[in-house]
């Protein structure tokens, strides 16, 4: 799937294993000291910053509060465990006149206004020409530990402000989109159609188009991360950990009917639905049902 950029990270990030401490603080300009970690919160809780589909963000220019275009938004890194975006990829070489360059900054780095408006970088331009660069041709960026140090320590004053629990996996938007997703018999189960990211401090989520043989509407249906088991290659199809008759019977949308993302009402039925999706993921993703069976079968919590 051809995102709005035109072209998807070739080989980018693949679904690491993340050492890591503590949520990510706010950033502030300059290489200050971190502001103390937010305390826990619901993965699905009320935000400051805006739900957006991450293939609306990518390719969107970035600006800083003079309105001078800073970079373009080439990809979003997320940790797939805790549903949260940890890092964007900018592309800032040509705004900056230094060449071709990418590099990574901390998702709530940015702040994303209206669907229409260019999102806000809280970056300095010495630091985007001074930050670590991403490169592209080098599918080990974020699985090497020496690389994320690199990157934490120049974004945060204290190397142990991390960005993601022990243990996390991170995977790309754009690796993600489109991704095939098969049931536990390797019968076509749809798609994910988007990501929906909060660059803030509320949770992202995956937008399943269901097939026909799981449902005959091909809807939309919003799932949490949890409801899928991604293979450790990211060119493999992803499998689902719900039952078909979940899917069939869940609240969707029309492909081409999104709803106002950030609307209440939209946005209580969402978290709704990713609870309900979140307690009835199966614990034991084998015992799923396929999307040809006709009975359900039961499962732990997650």
């Known amino acids: 799937m051809k995102l709005n950029n035109g072209k998807k990270l070739a080989g980018s990030i693949a679904v690491l294993t993340l050492t890591a401490a503590t949520a990510l603080p706010v950033m502030a300009q300059g290489n200050a000291a971190p502001a103390a970690a937010p305390a826990a919160r619901s993965s699905y809780g009320q935000s400051a910053s805006r739900d957006m589909r991450a293939s609306e963000l990518i390719g969107k ?62 970056v300095t331009k010495e630091q985007l020409k001074n930050a670590p660069a991403f490169d592209k041709k080098q599918a080990a960026n974020f699985s090497r530990d020496s690389y994320r140090s690199e990157v934490d320590r120049y974004f945060f004053k204290e190397e142990t402000v991390r960005h993601a629990p022990a243990g996390a996996r991170m995977m790309s938007a754009s690796d993600l989109i489109g991704k095939e997703i098969n049931d536990r018999a390797a019968h076509d189960a749809g798609k994910i159609a988007d990501v929906v990211v909060n660059l803030g401090n509320a949770g992202s989520y995956l937008v399943m188009q269901a097939d026909k043989a799981w449902s005959t509407e091909e809807k939309l249906v919003a799932l949490p991360f949890a409801s899928f088991t991604f293979p450790s290659r990211p060119d493999l199809d992803a499998y689902i950990n719900i039952d078909r008759p979940k899917i069939e019977t869940a609240k969707g949308f029309p492909k081409n009917k999104w709803p106002d993302l950030n609307a209440p009402s939209a946005q209580q039925q969402i978290r709704d639905q990713l609870a309900a999706f979140q307690s009835t993921t199966k614990s034991t993703p084998s015992a799923t049902q396929t999307g040809r069976e006709t009975t359900t079968s039961s499962g732990g919590s997650r």
């Open 61 to 122: 220019q970035v600006e800083n509060a003079q309105g001078e275009k800073l970079g373009k938004i080439e990809d979003i890194v997320l940790d797939i465990d805790n549903e949260r975006a940890m890092y964007v990829v900018l592309s800032v070489g040509g705004a900056l006149g230094i060449g071709d360059k990418q590099v990574p900054v901390p998702a709530n780095s940015i702040q994303v206004r209206g669907a229409k408006e260019a999102p806000i970088l809280n």
